[in-house]
């Protein structure tokens, strides 16, 4: 049981060029987000999905897109990447049902130069 | 203005000293408030949800509670493996679909043999 896996690890970009970011669940989980962490900020959502086919915008989705082709997969695609995307970004999954916690990837770390 | 401010910002603590980090919100209509642990590089780990005023939960040496304003995660005789970030974070009825979080910015724990 891996859990919630993010791909990659690491990434450096040129500003402009796109790229996705994937994550990947094998829990059966219904919700999946996207976050990205700063420094001396919290965590803050990107878009979520609450099962496959049906996305939608959080916080602070400009710049990102999303799609939800399957129960599993959740990518994140940055369509033209800016310096002010350089951040940690988390894929999460959980349950349906506000009783459940959130399940994190170990994050994908993306520099913007 | 932050709805969920953490405090302190850092605590540095010796083994066995116990303590509490403070999480206070201004959201209407919780639906849910979150507890996790997040170690360097990794991606948070779930930890605690409660749901209502008056409600506590533990996990060996953590408690958390949760009053109408505020939820305290107390840690009862730490030891060096309890070090880490611990995050609070609110759902919210009238906030993001798919349970969507607004974390704080967290406190970063310190324990000292």
């Given at each position: 049981?891996?859990?919630?896996?993010?791909?990659?690890?690491?990434?450096?970009?040129?500003?402009?060029?796109?790229?996705?970011?994937?994550?990947?669940?094998?829990?059966?989980?219904?919700?999946?987000?996207?976050?990205?962490?700063?420094?001396?900020?919290?965590?803050?959502?990107?878009?979520?999905?609450?099962?496959?086919?049906?996305?939608?915008?959080?916080?602070?989705?400009?710049?990102?897109?999303?799609?939800?082709?399957?129960?599993?997969?959740?990518?994140?695609?940055?369509?033209?990447?800016?310096?002010?995307?350089?951040?940690?970004?988390?894929?999460?999954?959980?349950?349906?049902?506000?009783?459940?916690?959130?399940?994190?990837?170990?994050?994908?770390?993306?520099?913007?130069? | 203005?932050?709805?969920?401010?953490?405090?302190?910002?850092?605590?540095?603590?010796?083994?066995?000293?116990?303590?509490?980090?403070?999480?206070?919100?201004t959201v209407s209509g919780l639906?849910?408030?979150?507890?996790?642990?997040?170690?360097?590089?990794?991606?948070?780990?779930?930890?605690?949800?409660?749901?209502?005023?008056?409600?506590?939960?533990?996990?060996?040496?953590?408690?958390?509670?949760?009053?109408?304003?505020?939820?305290?995660?107390?840690?009862?005789?730490?030891?060096?493996?309890?070090?880490?970030?611990?995050?609070?974070?609110?759902?919210?009825?009238?906030?993001?679909?798919?349970?969507?979080?607004?974390?704080?910015?967290?406190?970063?724990?310190?324990?000292?043999?």
């Amino acid at each position: 049981n891996a859990g919630v896996t993010q791909t990659p690890k690491f990434q450096v970009l040129k500003t402009g060029q796109s790229m996705t970011l994937q994550c990947a669940q094998d829990m059966n989980h219904e919700y999946m987000s996207w976050y990205r962490q700063d420094p001396g900020m919290g965590l803050r959502l990107i878009h979520y999905s609450v099962g496959a086919g049906i996305t939608d915008q959080g916080e602070v989705p400009n710049g990102y897109n999303v799609s939800r082709s399957t129960t599993e997969d959740f990518p994140l695609r940055l369509l033209s990447a800016a310096p002010s995307q350089t951040s940690v970004y988390f894929c999460a999954s959980k349950r349906d049902g506000s009783g459940y916690g959130y399940t994190f990837g170990s994050g994908t770390r993306l520099t913007v130069v | 203005e932050d709805q969920v401010t953490q405090s302190p910002e850092a605590l540095r603590l010796q083994e066995g000293e116990s303590s509490s980090l403070n999480c206070s919100y201004t959201v209407s209509g919780l639906r849910g408030l979150f507890w996790y642990r997040q170690d360097p590089g990794k991606g948070p780990e779930f930890l605690f949800t409660l749901y209502s005023a008056g409600e506590e939960k533990e996990k060996e040496r953590l408690k958390a509670t949760l009053t109408k304003k505020e939820s305290f995660l107390h840690i009862t005789a730490p030891k060096p493996e309890d070090s880490a970030t611990y995050l609070c974070a609110v759902s919210m009825y009238s906030g993001g679909g798919a349970d969507g979080l607004t974390f704080g910015k967290g406190t970063h724990l310190i324990i000292q043999p």
